[in-house]
């Protein structure tokens, strides 16, 4: 059942420990997201402890944007861990698509973790799973699929919750596609907003992990409602950016359901 009004007042009541893998880019920015939605954010990369951490978090993010080989090991670890408890794993493929590198640690992560969640732009997942794309630095440029056909294509052929986000969102989980229509062109003017999403997609599927399909788009519908509460008075990224955190905040859980634009396709 969507209800993400009743997702977010779970989350802030139980305020989930998320654990985060993520890159050094947008670390910051995704702590502090984290904490405004209401969940607690916890950034241990370490392969001495990141198995430890695992067992006292209830979701785990895996962000690929900074890559080195302590810190793909890290990721499998945890990963692994995270699988056997079992808690979500969201996984961010940033910039899969322009190098080999970047695309083989996304597979490999994929292959030997029970992935939950793959949340990553058009260009991302469509080189996941083998269709035409076009991947500019981290930044999707185009693909050969229709974001809806795309999502369940690659729920289907990789298991996972597919959340492919854009200037409309599409979840699937290989049959039902949920269209999600909330937010504002200003969040593509901001460094990790996708990366803010799928912390917070952590967030929501902490509060409600019964329901990875729902809690998915629950959590970009609240963070494109955040967003267009952000633009209005915003002159810009550097205002926009600043006043989307207290945007996060101030989301109310009673009026959130009747504000969120989720359609089953």
């Known amino acids: 059942m969507i209800s993400a009004g009743t997702t977010l007042r779970t989350m802030r009541e139980r305020k989930p420990l998320v654990h985060?893998?993520?890159?050094?880019?947008?670390?910051?920015?995704?702590?502090?997201?984290?904490?405004?939605?209401?969940?607690?954010?916890?950034?241990?990369?370490?392969?001495?402890?990141?198995?430890?951490?695992?067992?006292?978090?209830?979701?785990?993010?895996?962000?690929?944007?900074?890559?080195?080989?302590?810190?793909?090991?890290?990721?499998?670890?945890?990963?692994?861990?995270?699988?056997?408890?079992?808690?979500?794993?969201?996984?961010?493929?940033?910039?899969?698509?322009?190098?080999?590198?970047?695309?083989?640690?996304?597979?490999?992560?994929?292959?030997?973790?029970?992935?939950?969640?793959?949340?990553?732009?058009?260009?991302?997942?469509?080189?996941?799973?083998?269709?035409?794309?076009?991947?500019?630095?981290?930044?999707?440029?185009?693909?050969?699929?229709?974001?809806a056909e795309l999502a369940r294509a690659a729920a289907r052929s990789l298991g996972v919750i597919a959340s492919v986000t854009g200037p409309v969102d599409h979840v699937s989980d290989g049959d039902r596609v949920l269209a999600v229509s909330n937010g504002d062109p200003l969040l593509a003017t901001v460094t990790g907003t996708g990366c803010m999403s799928s912390a917070l997609t952590g967030c929501f599927l902490a509060a409600k992990p019964e329901e990875p399909l729902e809690a998915a788009a629950e959590a970009l519908a609240a963070f494109g409602v955040a967003a267009e509460d952000a633009a209005t008075g915003a002159a810009g990224p550097g205002t926009f950016h600043a006043r989307l955190y207290d945007a996060l905040y101030a989301l109310d859980p009673a009026t959130l359901g009747e504000r969120t634009r989720i359609e089953e396709l």
Do not use: C, F
């Open 20 to 147: 985060q893998i993520t890159n050094y880019v947008v670390m910051n920015e995704t702590a502090n997201a984290t904490l405004a939605i209401g969940a607690l954010p916890v950034m241990a990369h370490a392969r001495e402890e990141v198995e430890e951490m695992v067992q006292i978090a209830s979701a785990l993010v895996i962000n690929i944007g900074t890559l080195s080989e302590r810190w793909i090991e890290s990721m499998l670890l945890a990963g692994k861990a995270a699988s056997a408890r079992p808690i979500p794993v969201v996984l961010d493929p940033v910039g899969v698509g322009a190098t080999a590198y970047r695309t083989d640690t996304a597979r490999r992560i994929l292959d030997e973790v029970d992935v939950t969640v793959l949340r990553g732009n058009a260009g991302e997942v469509a080189t996941l799973v083998g269709a035409a794309a076009e991947v500019r630095g981290v930044e999707s440029m185009s693909t050969g699929m229709e974001p």
